[in-house]
């Protein structure tokens, strides 16, 4: 039975749950399929790939993530600090022509159906949300205020460093029967240019993220406005949230 196990969407509720642990302040390391999130940057953030190279073609069958496969050249962790920092202000500096949206091609819902799918995913005690609505632009469709979050019914912290999350059966019930895709011409209509947003979703968005991931030095003027389609910092999570399901697809490790 172990091979018709979804370990696709598995590797994908630990990776979301290992994000938000890993945000958290004090937080000093990352578990789960870094070789996934190193691909998903790939294929999204063309400034990011190793020595902006591209990509490689690889057999069918082959996992997707050799199409980056490339020497590295780095320092040692005395390097760590001025590349994070390199990073955090690359990140601070994207517009829209720095992403990628649809790297899978045109219409990646219709190629990969199930990644319309709306509700949790799960392994062993970890659920985690998954909701395509949050992601419009890569399925090619104009992002606009997204359905309310999936909530869970309940949510503890029996220990330190530890919470647990606990999602209401009707949800479960999804979850096993795969049941419901979302459409998406219900929620927005196709690109009329490359990551276009209705400009009411970015109002919304604005009272909820942070425009800056680095905060300003001394003496440094940092301007706080409402952002713009230009600014795409906070383009760059939700991105995450759903195609790494594509990814996962493609490498057939989704069934």
């Known amino acids: 039975m172990v091979s018709k196990y979804a370990w696709g969407a598995g590797a994908l509720a630990w990776m979301y749950r290992q994000l938000g642990r890993s945000s958290r302040a ?18 999204y953030f063309p400034s990011l790939r190793i ?32 590349r994070l920092d390199h990073y955090r202000r690359l990140l601070d500096g994207f ?37 395509p609505s949050r992601t419009l632009r890569q399925f ?10 999936i909530r869970p019914s309940r949510v503890s912290r029996p220990a330190v460093g530890t919470y647990r999350v606990v999602f209401g059966a009707d949800l479960d019930q999804l979850w096993r029967s795969r049941g419901q895709l979302i459409n998406l011409d219900a ?3 196709p690109f009329d240019y490359t990551g276009s947003v209705d400009p009411e979703y970015l109002k919304w968005y604005t009272l909820r993220t942070h425009p800056c991931i680095v905060p300003p030095r001394d003496g440094e003027q940092q301007e706080v406005a409402l952002l713009t389609y230009e600014m795409v910092s906070f383009y760059v999570f939700p991105l995450l949230v759903n195609f790494i399901y594509n990814i996962l697809y493609y490498c057939g490790m989704i069934y």
């Open 51 to 82: 020595n902006r190279a591209a990509p490689q073609t690889v057999a069918q069958g082959d996992p997707l993530a050799r199409r980056w496969e490339g020497p590295v050249h780095g320092g040692g962790p005395s390097e760590v600090p001025r």
């Open 26 to 43: 004090g937080s000093k390391g990352f578990s789960g399929c870094l070789t996934l999130l190193q691909a998903w940057i790939y294929e």
């Open 95 to 131: 517009t829209a022509d720095h992403v990628d949206w649809l790297p899978f091609g045109a219409h990646p819902g219709r190629a990969v159906p199930r990644s319309l799918y709306r509700g949790v995913i799960r392994i062993y005690d970890v659920t985690e949300a998954y909701d």
């Open 187 to 189: 929620y927005s209509t």
């Open 140 to 149: 090619g469709y104009r992002q606009v205020i997204p359905d309310p979050p």
